[in-house]
């Protein structure tokens, strides 16, 4: 149904806003009496539009993990998700990239002995390490390498850290030598003709 502006013929911003108010009514009641109104009742419950993530890890630009109760899906790759059903997952792998060690990446070992690089240039240590414990939660068994991955990730969080404080305080103290020395400069001029 399509309500169309008294002036243009075209659909209005009241249709707009009529839409908008269906679709979260639909998110909220799920397979209620509005989702058999637009047709979309019979959905499989395995559609990833309609669940809700559990975790996401936002990394890069347009780049994502989301942690769903049956699988991970990394979205910005390719112009595609890529879709990984959590109990085929035996082992996360996490290396630092190439040319830039902070930008890690994210690697997955299936049970068939195969291999995928999940994630290359993730910077998101800090909502990753808070997706790890879910991840482990949900997989049961699931090895990690290295395997205080967590603990790594949380030095990782704490040196990064302490260079930032350190370059901080660097750029300051520059900062207070050059006021120095240019009160320095301006007094013994003002003082000596």
């Known amino acids: 149904m399509q309500h169309l502006s008294s002036e243009t013929g075209k659909p209005g911003y009241f249709s707009h806003a009529l839409d908008a108010l269906c679709a979260m009514l639909y998110n909220l009641i799920g397979t209620g009496p509005l989702a058999k109104l637009d047709g979309t009742a019979g959905m499989n ?3 990833t539009v309609n669940k809700e993530p559990i975790s996401i890890v936002r990394f890069g630009i347009g780049k994502e993990l989301r942690l769903y109760h049956d699988e991970l899906v990394v979205t910005g790759q390719e112009d595609q998700a890529l879709h990984v059903q959590l109990d085929a997952i035996k082992r996360l792998t996490l290396v630092p990239g190439d040319p830039n060690p902070s930008k890690l990446v994210l690697m997955a070992d299936f049970d068939d002995d195969t291999t995928i690089i999940l994630a290359e240039g993730m910077s998101n240590v800090r909502g990753f390490r808070a997706m790890l414990p879910l991840l482990q939660e949900m997989i049961p068994g699931l090895e ?8 790594q990730l949380w030095q990782a969080l704490n040196t990064r850290r302490a260079w930032n404080i350190t370059c901080y305080g660097i750029f300051l103290l520059v900062c207070l030598v050059l006021v120095a020395l240019y009160f320095i400069v301006a007094y013994l001029g003002a003082h000596h003709p």
């Open 45 to 47: 419950e395995n559609d």
């Open 144 to 151: 990690l390498d290295p395997p205080d991955m967590s603990e």
